[in-house]
């Protein structure tokens, strides 16, 4: 049994920023693609950014480009979320979650290629 486990979060101004981090346990973290996604109130669960395995890919949904980084660390068993120039818009409970096939080669979006999820963090962006 994975388990995942956010933090980072919390109340920042517009034009701020935060680094959220997600720690996973056992062995095998490395094996997987990993994803970030948010779930603001009243709306459903959506992409924000995955990486590779070996994290030399990542990809960031369109409208976080230029704002967000993720990044991992696999000694570490640790995968991050640079967020810049936060906007109230961002505001949300963001989730960690791995992808759920062994030794995948894509990074996906979908979140239901994703099959263990952390508790979730909030963040909250004030204007």
């Known amino acids: 049994q994975v388990q995942l486990a956010e933090s980072g979060g919390g109340l920042v101004e517009a034009g701020g920023s935060l680094r959220l981090s997600c720690e996973a346990s056992?062995?095998?973290?490395?094996?997987?693609?990993m994803g970030w996604f948010r779930q603001a109130p009243g709306k459903e669960r959506e992409f924000v950014a995955g990486?590779?395995?070996?994290?030399?890919?990542?990809g960031v949904a369109d409208s976080l480009k230029g704002r967000f980084t993720i990044s991992r660390d696999n000694a570490k068993n640790k995968m991050y979320l640079q967020m810049n120039s936060l906007k109230p818009e961002d505001t949300a409970v963001y989730y960690c979650?791995?992808?759920?096939?062994?030794?995948?080669?894509?990074?996906?979006?979908?979140?239901?290629?994703?099959?263990?999820w952390g508790q979730g963090t909030q963040v909250t962006v004030s204007s």
């Open positions: 990486i590779s395995r070996g994290g030399t890919r990542a």
């Open positions: 056992g062995r095998t973290f490395s094996n997987y693609v």
């Open positions: 979650a791995r992808g759920r096939t062994v030794y995948s080669t894509t990074v996906p979006v979908v979140a239901s290629d994703y099959d263990y």
